[in-house]
């Protein structure tokens, strides 16, 4: 059965770097039907997608964060990670890892990891 | 930047059709799937490639795309379906864009 775990700090200094890692499991992230992407959501507000990478290393990000952000992917520890560089109070949110299947459709989605932003 | 507009709430009594919209420019053109999330949870696909439902999700849950809107419809709404509904685009431009959300309530 497939999972995905979102891992990492839960406290991020601002101006700092936030670095998350997904693991996967029952399922490999050499799998050439997925993307794999990152999406986060403030306490209390909307969906909000951040970027996907391809088992190639190949990404694409939301444009209002790809001056911050970069998705890479490690087929040999079957992870992909986030980091997001300069991070303010505005980056605080739950990150969801989840795998995305054709045109943009996330279809599995890991349970999310709080990410504070707060000296 | 392409934006989608949902309302922010709908209300529907038990056992109604329930149609919750998102709206976009040239919205037709792309690709919709809605996702539901209920509180403390992670979001569900319920709808994908515009009118798709995935495996397990009740036959009541049906999508639409065409125009500037984007529609999700659950016929003969359950209380369980209480719970906030986003909708996402995307295509090759755009990549991908959620809807502010929309609350469902069922009372």
């Known amino acids: 059965q497939l999972q995905l775990q979102a891992s990492g700090p839960g406290l991020v200094k601002p101006s700092e770097t936030l670095s998350l890692t997904c693991t996967v499991s029952g399922g490999s992230v050499s799998n050439t039907n997925y993307y794999w992407g990152w999406i986060r959501q403030p306490p209390g507000k909307g969906l909000e997608w951040i970027g996907s990478v391809y088992h190639t290393g190949s990404s694409y990000y939301n444009p209002s964060l790809k001056s911050r952000a970069t998705i890479s992917i490690d087929t040999s520890k079957n992870q992909y990670s986030l980091s997001l560089r300069s991070v303010t109070a505005a980056d605080t949110a739950l990150y969801y890892c989840?795998?995305?299947?054709?045109?943009?459709?996330?279809?599995?989605w890991g349970q999310g990891t709080l990410v504070t932003v707060s000296s | 930047s392409y934006e989608l507009t949902q309302p922010p709430s709908v209300s529907v009594s038990p056992g109604q059709t329930a149609s919750i919209t998102c709206s976009g420019d040239k919205l037709g053109g792309k690709y919709t799937c809605w996702y539901q999330q209920k509180p403390g949870q992670s979001p569900v696909l319920v709808i994908y490639?515009?009118?798709k439902r995935p495996s397990g999700i009740p036959g009541r849950f049906s999508g639409s795309n065409s125009g500037n809107t984007a529609t999700l419809t659950i016929s003969g709404t359950q209380s369980t379906d209480e719970a906030d509904y986003y909708c996402?685009?995307?295509?090759?431009?755009?990549?991908?864009?959620f809807g502010g959300g929309t609350k469902l309530t069922v009372l």
């Open positions: 989840a795998r995305d299947s054709q045109r943009g459709t996330s279809d599995f």
């Open positions: 490639e515009n009118s």
């Open positions: 996402q685009a995307w295509d090759s431009t755009i990549h991908v864009v």
